[in-house]
């Protein structure tokens, strides 16, 4: 039901040494709405059993959903903050044709409710799991909030994207909104301007929705605290899974993803370019297989079309079912790390 995908030197390291926790020394979580519902599981497992004696830091970095699971997982009882976020997100409903303030308010809520009283504090003070949101800034169209001229602007952004991913750095300036004490830097071939906010009380709440803010579906975030003015949206339009050479990289990168082939951004989901392996070399991917994805209601994950083409009572049931069925990764995950099997590894090439 799990599969498991490792870059060159991550295969040599695991065949050696065994899947130790300490061996990772950051995480990944790819934006994609409820589809991190599959993950659910692993989550739980990853933050209650594995890394629950873990002494040394380990960088979270999300982007979207990523960041919104990250912020659960990096305070003090992450089963149970990450528990909060599954229940109240797969449990969401909106009017019949919602519009964006209606979904955005919802947003807010889930998050007020995610972090509770001590969540930021419990995040910025963590020591351990040290939380990074991406967000994407944007200039020129793609920072109205009304319709036409935004969607103008994100349809320049397909095309810019299509001839050449580096063209959207002229749309798009990536943030990341980082844990006070990290060290932690990206690089990317496409030189997108990247600009480094420390997380405060000021700025976390804030800069954690305009993550997950998708451009129409929900408003942007304008003007977070300490940050240079403008518009500031879901950070998966220009990091979607990821296509970066993040430093320091001493460790390896853990990543449990939805999909076996990640999409640099959120314009790449439906073409053909792949991302750079080269990055994915020190990376494990943990990976729901065909299998456990064929035995769920209506054969696939979760993603934002529920919404739209299920009844809500249908939608929601279906969602448990996937919260529940994502035990069954957790539980080959910790059969692999008790035994060291490494014969079901596959390359990520």
Not at 88 to 107: G, H, M, V, W
Not at 139 to 148: C, D
Request: charged share 20%; with cysteine.
């Amino acid at each position: 039901m799990l599969d498991i995908y490792c870059g060159s030197n991550a295969l040599k390291t695991i065949q050696e040494h065994g899947f130790k926790q300490e061996l990772f020394t950051t995480m990944l979580g790819a934006s994609g709405g409820p589809k991190w519902f599959s993950l659910f599981g692993l989550d739980k497992y990853l933050f209650g059993e594995y890394f629950k004696d873990r002494c040394t830091e380990l960088n979270l970095v999300g982007s979207s959903a990523g960041a919104f699971r990250f912020a659960a997982l990096s305070q003090r009882d992450p089963v149970a903050a990450i528990t909060r976020l599954a229940t109240l997100y797969s449990q969401t409903t909106y009017s019949e044709k919602a519009k964006n303030k209606e979904i955005t308010a919802k947003a807010i809520a889930l998050l007020e409710e995610v972090l509770g009283v001590n969540g930021s504090d419990e995040i910025i003070k963590n020591p351990i799991f040290k939380a990074h949101f991406i967000v994407a800034k944007c200039h020129g169209l793609t920072s109205f909030e009304q319709k036409t001229p935004l969607m103008l602007g994100l349809i320049s952004s397909m095309v810019f994207n299509q001839v050449n991913r580096g063209l959207l750095a002229k749309q798009y300036q990536r943030f990341v909104y980082h844990h006070p004490t990290s060290q932690l830097t990206i690089n990317d071939p496409f030189n997108f301007n990247t600009q480094y906010q420390a997380l405060n009380h000021n700025n976390l709440t804030t800069s954690l929705l305009a993550s997950g803010s998708i451009p129409v579906v929900m408003g942007g975030v304008k003007n977070i605290a300490g940050s240079p003015k403008g518009m500031y949206r879901d950070g998966g339009i220009i990091d979607y899974h990821f296509d970066l050479d993040i430093k320091p990289a001493s460790g390896l990168t853990l990543y449990p993803h939805f999909s076996p082939t990640p999409k640099a951004g959120w314009f790449d989901k439906n073409l053909a370019r792949k991302v750079n392996t080269e990055y994915y070399k020190n990376t494990v991917m943990l990976v729901p297989s065909a299998a456990f994805i064929a035995q769920l209601p209506f054969a696939k994950i979760p993603d934002r079309k529920d919404f739209i083409n299920l009844a809500p009572a249908t939608r929601l049931k279906y969602w448990q079912r996937v919260l529940k069925a994502s035990e069954c990764l957790a539980d080959e995950f910790s059969a692999c790390v008790a035994r060291s099997n490494t014969e079901r590894i596959q390359l990520i090439e």
